[in-house]
């Protein structure tokens, strides 16, 4: 079967397409799950790059797939047949068949294609978590979202929209302007401007929440554009990866003596990790998500469709940041 690693530590360049021998049985409480459409992740550009990495083993790429089981093992309510959507928190689902344990597996409703199923997982659980658990967001509140057109910001429009009276507000490109406009956004800013300056002007009284894919000097700015017991939820680091390789992010210094005397915070999100600490509020959540999908809620965005190998590229164009919500890779026959 076909397996997609990183071999090395140079980013999309060294990702490879690799057949395998698939060997693989599921055991007690796990499925085989026949892989049919997989989201592309920024998590899978900081595997290219060996962020984390331990030795130089090759890793594998891929958090998230759609697809049919094939097997079972003991102790499980799934049946072969049965069409999933599967988060694979230490990777490995851009692969022509994953086993996994059946708590990383939930149903899909027919209702819902797994081109679409393979959009849900990751972005939109990152978005849910990060607005409301993580973020705190009330109504008639206010967010600002860093790359509003990505995967997770067009994921975070969506979902914060379903809050009554909530303002969105984003920076993008100048050419993705209209596209975000459509998903929900009240105010899009071009990357160009000056984000905190336009957040100023439309919004005096500053933002509830920002979210805050970047890290580096954005973690600062985003604290000066809260008001009152708002809050900055950091759920990505997008400024350790730059297109000639990666560098160290220069956060600067957040007193917690000015947290204080300006009644605002700072949270973290990782979503892998939440998973294994929280398990029931993570697919509590997971349920609602697929459910809003299934009635129409929530509307993925899928930017292009790549096969499996072309993974590469795909990876190619998360780094470039050409897309408008999800690139997904398609598995032929």
């Not at 109504?139 to 997770?152: E, L, R, T």
């Not at 554009?225 to 809050?231: A, R």
């Not at 398990?279 to 129409?296: C, H, K, N, S």
Request: with cysteine; net charge neutral.
């Amino acid at each position: 079967m076909r397996q997609v690693q990183a071999t090395s530590r140079v980013g999309p360049d060294g990702i490879r397409v690799v057949e395998v021998t698939d060997a693989s049985v599921p055991g007690t409480g796990q499925v085989k799950v026949k892989v049919h459409a997989a989201g592309v992740n920024y998590y899978d550009l900081y595997t290219s790059y060996g962020i984390n990495a331990t030795d130089d083993a090759p890793r594998l790429l891929g958090l998230e797939a759609a697809g049919v089981v094939v097997a079972v093992g003991s102790k499980t309510s799934l049946k072969p047949g049965d069409r999933v959507v599967v988060h694979c928190p230490a990777g490995g689902a851009f692969c022509d068949f994953v086993t996994v344990s059946d708590d990383q597996v939930m149903l899909l409703p027919n209702s819902i294609s797994f081109a679409d199923a393979a959009c849900l997982t990751v972005s939109y659980l990152t978005a849910h978590f990060a607005l409301h658990l993580a973020g705190g967001l009330r109504p008639n509140g206010s967010v600002f979202i860093h790359s509003v057109a990505g995967s997770v910001g067009w994921a975070a429009t969506q979902l914060a929209l379903q809050v009554a009276g909530v303002r969105v507000v984003g920076t993008t490109s100048s050419s993705k302007m209209a596209a975000v406009q459509a998903n929900g956004v009240h105010l899009a800013i071009s990357n160009d401007q000056d984000y905190v300056a336009a957040v100023k002007a439309a919004l005096p009284e500053g933002v509830s929440l920002v979210l805050d894919c970047h890290a580096g000097p954005h973690l600062a700015r985003g604290l000066d554009m809260l008001q009152p017991l708002g809050k900055v939820v950091v759920i990505g680091a997008k400024e350790m990866i730059t297109k000639t390789g990666v560098c160290d992010i220069n956060t600067p210094d957040v007193s917690p003596l000015t947290l204080m005397l300006r009644n605002v915070g700072v949270a973290g999100l990782h979503l892998t990790q939440l998973q294994r600490e929280a398990p029931t509020a993570f697919r509590a959540a997971w349920r609602e998500i697929l459910d809003f999908a299934a009635t129409g809620i929530i509307r993925p965005a899928i930017y292009r469709r790549f096969p499996i190998e072309e993974v590469d590229e795909a990876c190619r164009q998360i780094l470039d940041r050409h897309n408008i919500g999800k690139i997904i890779i398609e598995f032929n026959e």
